[in-house]
Antibody
Framework: QITLQESGPTLVKPTQTLTLTCTFSGFSLSTSAVGVGWIRQPPGKALEWLALIYWDDDKRYSPSLESRLTVTKDTSKNQVVLTMTNMDPVDTATYFC????????????WGQGILVTVSS | DIQMTQSPSSLSASIGDRVTITCRASQSVRSFLNWYQQKPGKAPKLLIF???RLQSGVPSRFSGSGSATDFTLTISSLQPEDSATYYCQQSYTTPGTFGGGTKVEIK
């Protein structure tokens, strides 16, 4: 059974760096073709794809946010960490992590999401 | 980035109606097109992957079709529990862009 859960601060100030952790079970990020993605959703708006890290440490980022995003993995802890620098109120959103596999790269299993508010 | 355009943005239909949602990609995504259902306050749930394959456990009233740039999600007989927002997503290339969503309401 695959599960994922996001954790981190729910309130950050403008200009601060956001660090979110996705802790998962039921799969290993050392297994070929497996990945974990990050997606966000501002309140009342559509889903936005942010980043993806694969078992081989291949990392992909949304071009519009690439300069602010870093994704890393800790295989021994079954965790993936997303950092986003220079947070702004427009970054207020629910942040989700999700399991994926090559070649379809579908997002088959999702965490429950964490609402992050950016406000002074 | 590949742009994904869904239509309509919302619809209202009666129980038992056939509902069709369309998704258009700005360039070919071959069959790397997925559909998700999201209910308020919940994470999205995968319904259809690679354009037409039904995810395990998803009712057979849901179906997907299309290829390249034009895709369709069909609900053959709308049920009360289908009230939700539906998103298409291309996974042909990164970023794996999503459509703007279609909100389905029950009359």
């Amino acid at each position: 059974q695959i599960t994922l859960q996001e954790s981190g601060p729910t309130l950050v100030k403008p200009t601060q760096t956001l660090t979110l952790t996705c802790t998962f079970s039921g799969f290993s990020l050392s297994t070929s073709a497996v990945g974990v993605g990050w997606i966000r959703q501002p309140p009342g708006k559509a889903l936005e794809w942010l980043a993806l890290i694969y078992w081989d440490d291949d990392k992909r980022y949304s071009p519009s946010l690439e300069s602010r995003l870093t994704v890393t993995k800790d295989t021994s802890k079954n965790q993936v960490v997303l950092t986003m620098t220079n947070m702004d109120p427009v970054d207020t959103a629910t942040y989700f992590c999700a399991h994926t596999t090559i070649p379809s790269v579908l997002l088959g299993y999702w965490g429950q999401g964490i609402l992050v508010t950016v406000s002074s | 980035d590949i742009q994904m355009t869904q239509s309509p943005s919302s619809l209202s239909a009666s129980i038992g109606d056939r509902v069709t949602i369309t998704c258009r990609a700005s360039q070919s995504v071959r069959s790397f097109l997925n559909w998700y259902q999201q209910k308020p306050g919940k994470a999205p749930k995968l319904l259809i992957f690679t354009a037409s394959r039904l995810q395990s456990g998803v009712p057979s009233r849901f179906s997907g079709s299309g290829s390249a740039t034009d895709f369709t999600l069909t609900i053959s007989s709308l049920q009360p529990e289908d009230s939700a927002t539906y998103y298409c997503q291309q996974s042909y290339t990164t970023p794996g862009t999503f459509g703007g969503g279609t909100k389905v309401e029950i009359k």
